[in-house]
């Protein structure tokens, strides 16, 4: 592999991330149709049914790869967007394995992923561990769906799996009727 090639594999290796991370918001309208059915089931939507031949585009003030570290900084203004899905962060940290496979992306401050106006997902730490698909979103994550809002100190998104966790401080605020609401929560419309 020559050498040109070798450093530009991280920016492919980010747009998997990006792709991975766009996914977790399940950017179609039958994700978004689900979602809104029941608001706390795969708040993210469904990760796979996410339109991969979209175009991928990245946008930062710097981008610094280091191939012997086996890392990339995307830094200042980071912005990466498919369709009606973006993310947006100060910092994108990644870091890939001696195949040249990705590996983990770190995203600071900032870090906001929306699709079109009904979802949006906030934290100042998102951490992304590719081999194990799991989104984790830390220092005041939060995520809104269609008005529905999940806060926690901690939350976790599996996207092979269609399911989250929430730690820490969990709150939850549902904008329905109260007997929507107790349907929509599994054991809650036992309490009435």
Excluded: W
Excluded at 43 to 67: C, E, T, Y
Excluded at 84 to 98: A, R
Excluded at 102 to 113: A, F, G, H, M
Excluded at 126 to 135: E, G, I, L, R
Aim: charged share 30%; with cysteine; proline share 3%.
């Amino acid at each position: 592999m020559n050498k040109k090639a070798g450093l530009l594999r991280p920016a492919l290796h980010l747009a998997l991330l990006a792709a991975a991370l766009f996914a977790a918001t399940g950017a179609n309208a039958e994700a978004a149709a689900e979602a809104s059915s029941n608001p706390l089931k795969g708040i993210m939507g469904d990760s796979s049914k996410m339109d991969k031949s979209l175009p991928l585009l990245i946008k930062s003030d710097s981008l610094q790869v280091n191939a012997v570290e086996r890392k990339f900084v995307y830094e200042g203004n980071v912005r990466a967007q498919r369709g009606d899905v973006m993310l947006t962060s100060d910092k994108m940290i990644g870091k890939y394995d001696e195949k040249n496979e990705l590996d983990t992306v770190t995203c600071e401050k900032n870090v906001v992923i929306t699709r079109g106006t009904d979802m949006r997902a906030t934290s100042e730490h998102a951490f992304y561990d590719v081999k194990k698909a799991v989104v984790e979103l830390t220092e005041a994550p939060e995520l809104i769906n269609k008005g529905n809002a999940l806060t926690a100190d901690k939350i976790r998104v599996f996207l092979n799996e269609d399911r989250s966790e929430a730690e820490g401080d969990v709150r939850v605020r549902v904008i329905q009727e109260a007997a929507e609401a107790a349907e929509a929560v599994p054991g809650l419309g036992d309490l009435q």
